[in-house]
Structure formats: C-alpha cells, structure tokens
C-alpha cells in the first residue's frame, strides 16, 4: 500500500532485513505492484560466497522458474542459471553449497542482499537452481522499499 507518493519506483528493491524478496514492478500514486523471487521470470544479477572459498564468486544473471513444486519446501524458488565458465572445484566435488547475494549491475536493488542458499554445479551449461529463501513470501505481511539515492528524487 505505498506507491510514488511515498516515494515507491519502478524497479527498487523489496526486503525483508538483508533478503531481496522482489521489486516494485509498477509504482502508481498510491500503491505499487511488485514482482516476487518465485515469480516466474524475475531476473537479477547474482553472487555466490561458497562454502570453500573466501571470495565471492560472480554467477551473472538468474532467472526465476517460479516456486519450486512437490517435495520442496515452501521457501523455494527454481532459477535457471547459464555457468559460461566452469567453478573450479578444489576436491574434485561436482557440487559445493553456496549462499546466494545480489550482485551490481540492476538497477534499483544493491548488491550484497540475501538471495538464499543451494546447491551449486561446478560444471559449466545451463542449470535449474533451487534456492532456499529463508523465508515464505506467502506469509510476509510487511516489506520495505529499499532506496538507493533518496536525494535524488525531484
């Protein structure tokens, strides 16, 4: 319920704490409609901090499939992801657990928010990613816009 009069914008960031759970699709006078993680084809630009490597890792641009269906958990999302070059894996593993973090690039969402956490292929090609929230956005009741240049604003 909060739209450019309160200072809502297209493609700014919705959080929960640390965690990008979408972004303001539409902002209208009063209110906003807003596109959600397990929407399918919300894209955003990701990092992932493995759990074997003290530097961050750039994965480039995921693409939500929508929630994830049958056994998953309700905190689930499926995100297609295209590796063009290969995560070396130090033990020969074919997969490491990452924390996922938005990356630079989008407009309107910072870097460094929460995505969640997966399993993630070391090998390169196209991969379905499905990525633990932290959190049901069903069940969210409140969220915040995140501005990144209030000052800016006419």
């Known amino acids: 319920a909060s739209g450019s009069w309160n200072g809502a914008r297209d493609g700014e960031a919705l959080v929960v704490g640390a965690r ?3 972004r303001i699709e ?3 006078a009063l209110t906003s409609d807003a596109r959600l993680l397990g929407d399918p084809g919300f894209a955003v630009n990701a990092l992932a901090r493995l759990d074997d490597r003290d530097a961050p890792v750039v994965l480039g641009r995921l693409v939500s499939r929508g929630r ?5 958990a309700a905190d689930e999302v499926d995100f297609k992801w295209n590796a063009v070059v290969p995560i070396a894996a130090a033990d020969g593993a074919s997969s490491v657990h990452a924390l996922l973090f938005t990356g630079s690039g989008d407009g ?3 870097r460094g928010l929460l995505l969640g956490e997966c399993e993630l292929p070391l090998v390169g090609g196209t991969h379905m990613l499905r990525v633990r929230q932290g959190v049901d956005t069903r069940d969210v009741r409140h969220v915040y816009v995140r501005e990144l240049n209030p000052e800016a604003r006419p």
């Open 108 to 110: 309107g969402v910072p």
């Open 68 to 72: 994830a269906r049958g056994d998953a």
């Open 26 to 28: 539409h902002d209208g």
């Open 20 to 22: 990008l759970i979408g």
